[in-house]
């Protein structure tokens, strides 16, 4: 009984000490390494470095490897996401199922930009926060023989990636701009990838929209037609470049700088560095690299100073979406917010930021 008795006093005694001792760090935190007693010998390893906080990671829609989309790959490739805490998950979709992914607070982050406008022009809680280029980088084709002007396009379809995209904004911009009615043209969806080149070989479509890289291998693999409008040339829009919610920046501002600094250090680099640019839009595209060199001649001078757009463009977007979509349309700060882009790009350049090979 006695020895009982002492064993129990001694485990009081134990938990009593551990009670009164330094708190156990909670579940997930690194506890402080306790200070050496005066006087003690230093150790003679060095101590362990201590591990990086794992990175954030985020699902990004892409609707294309194109050039255009390059600042946000050079970003994943040259280390500037993971610097920032971030991780990028690549989906490959289009604006069509991007957008509806972003308003369910499903994903963060949406590429693209363009089709998020339509979004909020109904009513979505988003914002376009950057604009890598304001040129489509499209031109409009045909391989129907009757057709030989833009006019001769009223009453026949258009192909395009999805319906309310970039593309089919473009094309009607380029149809008002040249007085026809945009709505007597029939636009018809047929997803991301190579559906709209091989519609126009068999003559399933008569005319589709297409990209730059698109074209080059239209013309190398011998596929007649023409082009009826240089869109990159003759359309000042909102092209490419980054949505978010409201949510995410009311609530995570420091996601949102973060991402776009990484985003305008591979905006940077793409612009200091074409050849090492390219291959890395080729390395994630696996198309010619021919095709590539073309696809980035074509982005370079679409890409405003700052990655935002003048007000005006916004306007007369905003318009034509609107009509697209059968809303009023609604003062441009409820679509746009590069007030964060802006203050961050100043900050990497005010830095003497520079990319490096």
């Known amino acids: 009984m006695r020895a009982l008795s002492s064993a129990l006093i001694g485990l009081i005694v134990a938990l009593w000490a551990a009670a009164c001792g330094p708190a156990a760090a909670p579940a997930g935190e690194r506890a402080a390494p306790a200070p050496a007693a005066s006087g003690a010998a230093a150790p003679t390893a060095a101590p362990a470095a201590r591990p990086s906080a794992p990175l954030e990671k985020l699902q990004v829609p892409f609707a294309s490897m194109s050039a255009v989309y390059t600042p946000f790959l050079i970003a994943m490739d040259k280390g500037y996401f993971a610097e920032d805490g971030l991780e ?11 957008t509806p992914a972003l308003i369910s607070g499903e994903i963060q982050y949406s590429t693209s930009a363009a089709t ?9 809680p988003l914002k376009v926060i950057y604009t890598n280029a304001d040129r489509a980088g499209y031109d409009l084709w045909t391989s129907a023989p009757d057709i030989y002007t833009l006019r ?19 094309a009607r911009m380029v149809l008002q701009q040249n007085g026809i009615d945009h709505n007597a043209v029939n636009y ?3 997803g991301v990838g190579s559906q709209r080149l091989v519609a126009l070989q068999n003559g399933t479509i008569p005319a589709a929209v297409l990209g730059t890289s698109d074209t080059v291998e239209m013309q190398e693999a011998g596929i007649s037609g023409r082009i009826l409008a240089n869109l990159r040339k003759e359309v000042q829009m909102l092209y490419t470049g980054l949505a978010t919610s409201d949510q995410e920046l009311r609530e995570r501002p420091d996601r949102v700088r973060r991402f776009l600094r990484a985003t305008i250090k591979g905006r940077e680099y793409y612009k200091a560095f074409r050849e090492e640019s390219i291959d890395i839009l080729t390395k994630f595209n696996d198309r010619p690299r021919e095709a590539n060199v073309v696809d980035y001649d074509d982005v370079l001078p679409a890409m405003p100073a700052d990655a935002s757009m003048p007000v005006e463009v916004q306007q007369r977007d905003t318009l034509l979406r609107a009509e697209v979509n059968g809303v009023a349309p609604v003062p441009v700060e409820q679509i746009y917010d590069y007030g964060p882009v802006r203050e961050v790009y100043r900050e990497v350049l005010a830095s003497g930021w520079k990319p490096a090979r």
């Open 152 to 170: 001769d396009l009223v009453g026949k379809s258009v192909g395009v990636q999805s319906r309310g995209d970039t593309m089919e904004i473009a």
């Open 88 to 98: 990028i998950e690549m989906m490959h979709v289009g604006g069509g199922v991007a």
């Open 188 to 190: 018809v969806a047929m």
């Open 116 to 124: 998020s406008v339509s979004a909020i022009l109904k009513g979505a």
